[in-house]
Every structure is written in structure tokens, then in C-alpha cells.
């Protein structure tokens, strides 16, 4: 499976964004798709993360309620709408699948796939 990762860009604080994941090749074998973030000299963090099994989402706990996952079936495409952004949130987003079913979301080693990365900038 191959994935894009589209949507980055300047922002000011309060404002919103919304990132895509294109994924291509063997999409069916997909379980699992998430959002993963990093900034310099941090390791990379689980964002959330959308299940194809009964189409449920799944959110860092400091993410909730501001960031929403969704996916289009049709496009092969997962969203990830941030909204009341923060300059915290400036990062480097990347998508992520995974063909395992996974107790924890946020294992990184588990996930197959990975997108390049798209950057997102928030200014205060």
C-alpha cells in the first residue's frame, strides 16, 4: 500500500486545516489507517487513527474533541479535520496503515505503510 499525505500549510492560531491520506495499491488489505505527528528533537505521536472494522474512530486523548478522522471509501482517502489549532500543533504529519488488527493505536512498529509527511505550520 502506498500513501500521500496532501493538506499542510501556515495557519494562524484558532484557525483549521484539513490533511488527506491517498492510499494506493492493496488498499483492501488495509485495517487500519492513522495519523502520526512529529516535531523536531520529539518523537513521533499517535494523532488518531480510523478502523475499517465498524468504521470507528479512535483519538489522542489531547487531540480529542478538536481533531476529527474520516474516511472516503470512494477516494481510497482518510481526512484528518483539525480545527482551534495551537502552535503546539505545528508538525510534521504523517498517515500511517496497517494491515494488523492493533489493541493500541498508537504502535508505530505495526504500521506497514507510511506517507512522506506534509507540514503544518500554526503561527500564534
Known amino acids: 500500500v502506498q500513501l500521500q499525505a496532501y493538506g499542510g500549510g501556515l495557519v494562524q492560531a484558532g484557525g483549521s486545516l484539513r490533511l488527506s491520506c491517498v492510499a494506493s495499491?492493496?488498499?483492501?488489505?488495509?485495517?487500519?489507517v492513522a495519523w502520526f505527528r512529529q516535531t523536531p528533537g520529539k518523537e513521533r505521536e499517535f494523532v488518531a487513527a480510523?478502523?475499517?472494522?465498524?468504521?470507528?474512530?479512535h483519538y489522542s486523548d489531547s487531540m480529542k474533541g478538536r481533531f476529527t478522522i474520516s474516511r472516503d471509501n470512494a477516494k481510497n482517502t482518510v481526512y484528518l479535520q483539525m480545527d482551534s489549532l495551537k502552535p503546539e500543533d505545528t508538525a510534521v504529519y504523517y498517515c500511517?496503515?496497517?494491515?494488523?488488527?492493533?489493541?493500541?493505536?498508537?504502535?508505530?512498529?505495526?504500521?506497514?505503510?507510511w506517507g512522506q509527511g506534509t507540514q503544518v505550520t500554526v503561527s500564534s
Open positions: 480510523f478502523t475499517r472494522s465498524g468504521g470507528s474512530a
Open positions: 495499491g492493496r488498499t483492501f488489505s488495509v485495517v487500519t
Open positions: 500511517a496503515a496497517t494491515t494488523y488488527f492493533l489493541r493500541n493505536y498508537d504502535t508505530q512498529n505495526l504500521y506497514n505503510s
